[in-house]
């Protein structure tokens, strides 16, 4: 199965705990590794407004208190930033007793896999976190989220040096694979790859996730179609810039040409329909340009 897609990848992560509690692992490196989870309810309501909601893909919490939102996303979106923040506030609710004046809570974190281009570089992996400003060292570990985007990964198997690229690596590649790569040495990855097959599936799953397929597929082509008409607008954009600056740079030639001839600047003005006024002006700045290169330092 191919891991972007919406049903496989909530299959796999949200029914084989172990694959779960691995990829956060590595994602996160911490020193204390995540060694259970509890899968929480995904929907979530707001307190305040009960039309007001939220549907998280996984969410889940260790056995040493941390909450996690695992978020696939295959879409570019406006506001996704703020969709995230806004996500991270119903476990920050949640963590609080109605009436406790107890504001501890643990960390937080939500974790989104993109199949876009985020932010304008090379770096794929990105962790976002409350800093002070004047210092630029991090105030809290409470509020944490990671993009990574999957686009800017193009590593290929003999590259794949850490496991942390070796998931990557397969969230993909994993539906176009035959088998699993030799580097993948890890047991996650036999798990995972074992998990995966679709054979594995029931006639019912199966369905579930062709339509799941076909989305993904939609989203794809629509998301195709928009780069390529962006480029196409850009470049036709380029080209009318650059035919209107060549015919300037043309009309200036000729201009030049012409006052070097002693054709009179009203005439010139017609021929090239630029203001005299403009031309007089563009000849007074060459005359100082020229008077200023010849003074000795």
């Given at each position: 199965m191919n891991l972007l897609v919406d049903f496989a990848f909530k299959k796999i992560f949200g029914e084989k705990k172990a694959l779960l509690i691995d990829f956060l692992n590595v994602v996160l490196?911490?020193?204390?590794?995540i060694e259970d989870i509890e899968y929480l309810q995904p929907e979530q309501m707001t307190k305040w407004r009960e039309d007001r909601r939220a549907v998280f893909d996984i969410y889940c919490r260790s056995t040493q208190g941390?909450?996690?939102?695992?978020?696939l996303q295959i879409a570019q979106q406006y506001h996704f930033l703020e969709r995230l923040l806004f996500y991270l506030t119903f476990p920050i609710q949640s963590g609080i007793k109605k009436g406790s004046k107890n504001f501890?809570?643990?960390?937080?974190?939500?974790?989104a896999i993109l199949d876009f281009p985020f932010f304008d570089d090379d770096t794929y992996f990105n962790h976002i976190s409350l800093i002070r400003e004047e210092t630029k060292e991090?105030?809290?570990?409470?509020l944490n989220i990671i993009l990574i985007e999957l686009t800017k990964f193009d590593k290929q198997p003999s590259e794949l040096k850490t496991l942390f690229d070796q998931w990557l690596y397969c969230f993909k590649?994993?539906?176009?694979?035959?088998?699993r790569p030799a580097e993948l040495t890890d047991r996650a990855f036999e798990v995972l790859f074992e998990t995966a097959e679709?054979?594995?599936l029931t006639p019912e799953e199966m369905g579930t996730y062709k339509k799941s397929v076909l989305e993904y597929d939609d989203v794809q082509d629509a998301m195709s179609f928009n780069r390529y008409a962006g480029l196409k607008k850009g470049l036709e954009q380029g080209i009318e810039q650059g035919i209107e600056q060549g015919l300037m740079k043309g009309k200036w030639e000729m201009i030049t040409l012409g006052l070097q001839e002693g054709v009179p600047i009203e005439l010139?003005?017609?021929m090239s329909n630029i203001s005299p006024e403009l031309i007089r002006m563009n000849v007074v700045m060459q005359n100082d340009n020229s008077l200023n290169s010849n003074k000795t330092p």
């Open positions: 490196q911490k020193e204390e590794k941390e909450r996690f939102i695992i978020e501890a809570m643990n960390p937080l974190y939500c974790v991090k105030v809290t570990d409470k590649h994993l539906g176009t694979l035959d088998s679709k054979n594995n010139l003005a017609k």
